[in-house]
């Protein structure tokens, strides 16, 4: 069903909620993953990839060691670190990389959290033409 899945990460322990579907999900399909996380500090936005700074450095350290949880349970993963802003780079590359699937963790927030907190899902899910996954966090 699905080949490739997409997973934004923020880095935070709200990823797990999403990881944990994925990892099912992409062992009952065969399916690849690949792990992004978007750079969205000062540096990121200003430089893009030729930013150096703390943030990038820890933010592709995280994604490494996802990578790795995974890879080490058989799945076939690879990254993705891109910079600005996280809605618009998740929707450029989810067409750039082909893939069949966005699986997202959402943090639950309730109406006025949704609208500024939620952003970036609702724009990703109303700008895409794959289906979107939305996973909320516990």
């Known amino acids: ?10 880095a935070s322990d709200v990823d797990r909620a999403v990881l ?3 990892k099912i999900l992409a062992t009952l399909c065969g399916a690849r993953v690949v792990l992004m ?17 703390p943030e990038v450095t820890d933010d592709q ?3 490494d060691r996802v990578k790795t949880e995974l890879a080490s349970e058989g799945l076939q993963v690879t990254t993705h670190l891109a910079y600005g802003d996280p809605a618009k780079e998740i929707i450029k ?4 990389c082909c893939c069949d699937l966005i699986a997202m963790s ?3 927030h309730k109406w006025l ?3 500024v907190l939620g952003a970036t899902a609702t724009a990703v899910q109303h700008r895409v033409s794959v289906p979107v996954l939305l996973v909320r966090a516990k």
Not at 1 to 10: A, E, F, S
């Open 93 to 96: 590359y989810s067409s750039e």
């Open 20 to 22: 944990a579907h994925v």
């Open 37 to 53: 996380h978007v750079v969205d500090g000062w540096a990121g936005r200003q430089f893009g990839d030729e930013a150096v700074s």
């Open 1 to 10: 069903m699905y080949k490739m899945i997409l997973v934004p990460l923020d």
């Open 61 to 63: 350290r995280y994604l």
């Open 113 to 115: 959290g949704d609208l």
């Open 106 to 108: 959402t943090h639950g």
